[in-house]
């Protein structure tokens, strides 16, 4: 079993930027797990759901528009900026970010505090 620590970040108050990273990795275990959630088998979820990556062999998480930042995971909600595949979702995002800290969450805390705006989005991103 991994090392316990105290998490200092709440992703119920975060858009979502993990999930507008543009690769996603899946596993084959991953791929399953989709397909179970969706009824389809591994071969059908593989083909609907993900792509080729960068890397021979890698598949990432298909992308749709987003208007927070551009593109981001198709499995987002965008109104609610929640998963809508949560407990079938990909082991990456199950574990990230994988530390008590969130850096883009430290961030965006920083930011609505500046800004006096707790519903505050700093993003690159200028449509």
Known sequence: MGKRFKILY??????????SYPR???DSKDIRRIGRHFGLKAKQARKRFTKKGEEPGE?????????????ACQFLDQESRMCTIYHARPEICRDYPGTETCGYY???TFE?????DD?????????
């Not at 709440?10 to 999930?19: R, T």
């Not at 598949?59 to 593109?71: A, K, N, P, S, V």
């Not at 519903?119 to 449509?127: E, G």
Request: proline content about 7%; some cysteine; charged content about 30%.
């Open 106 to 108: 430290e961030f965006l």
């Open 59 to 71: 598949r990432i998480l298909r992308h749709r528009r987003d208007e927070t930042y551009g593109t």
């Open 112 to 116: 609505r505090m500046l800004q006096e």
């Open 119 to 127: 519903d505050f989005v700093p993003t690159a991103y200028n449509p």
């Open 10 to 19: 709440d992703c119920d108050h975060c858009p979502a930027y993990c999930c």
């Open 24 to 26: 996603i990795i899946v």
